[in-house]
């Protein structure tokens, strides 16, 4: 199976490294560039600075034996997300805004590929792993939000981005598709 991470930043980075037992191709997208300030909170080295991200987190997996990765430094667009997304049998989507979500969600309804979204409140004091069916992408982005940057949300990440792995390893293992609602004091299922 090929599983398209898109957007690893704070949630995607660590879900990765904790699917990375999978027999299956992880594949990545994202834009941006690893800063130092990204170094607190998402799974990346010191030597991973200045580089793009999708291309860091490859080149970390691919000093693991036997992990299978691809790297696509690039931004999702209607443009080039059906060429992304082709042959994947899992879309999981760990954006950190409504455009992408939705542009990604458009095209995995289009298509019927399942497609699992995880993100936590602007706040930091909840996080939801859901499936498509069950998701509607908001559109509470707004300038000034707060973000996972700076490692305040650490905690509550290192749990929503383990229970996304654990959802999507179950998925590949069975197909079972599993909500849940995580905080730092529980993880409840939302749905059986």
Same mark, same amino acid.
């Given at each position: 199976m090929r599983i398209l991470f898109c957007g690893v930043g704070a949630i995607g980075s660590h879900a990765?490294? &904790?699917c990375r037992n999978l027999e299956a191709t992880l594949a990545f997208v994202d834009f941006d560039r690893v800063e130092?300030? $990204?170094?607190? /909170?998402q799974a990346y080295v010191k030597p991973s600075l200045g580089k793009n991200k999708a291309e860091a987190?490859? *080149?970390?997996?691919? $000093?693991?034996h036997g992990v299978k990765a691809e790297a696509f430094g690039v931004r999702l667009t209607a443009e080039n997300v059906g060429q992304l997304a082709a +042959? /994947?049998?899992?879309?999981?989507?760990?954006?950190?805004n409504a /455009? @992408?979500?939705? &542009? *990604? @969600?458009?095209?995995a309804r289009a298509n019927s590929i399942p497609l699992i979204h995880a993100g936590i409140d602007g706040a930091g004091t909840f996080g939801l792993v859901r499936w498509d069916e069950r998701f509607t992408?908001? /559109?509470?982005d707004k300038p000034g939000q707060p973000t996972c940057e700076g490692g305040a949300h650490l905690p509550? *990440? +290192?749990?929503l981005s383990a229970t996304l792995a654990r959802a999507i390893q179950d998925f590949v293992a069975s197909g079972t598709r599993r909500d849940a609602m995580v905080s730092l004091s529980s993880v409840t299922a939302t749905n059986q």
């Open positions: 990765v490294m &904790l130092s300030k $990204n170094l607190l /909170a987190l490859k *080149l970390q997996l691919l $000093n693991l +042959g /994947a049998g899992l879309l999981v989507d760990c954006f950190d /455009a @992408s979500r939705k &542009l *990604l @969600s458009d095209h992408p908001d /559109a509470e509550l *990440l +290192g749990v």
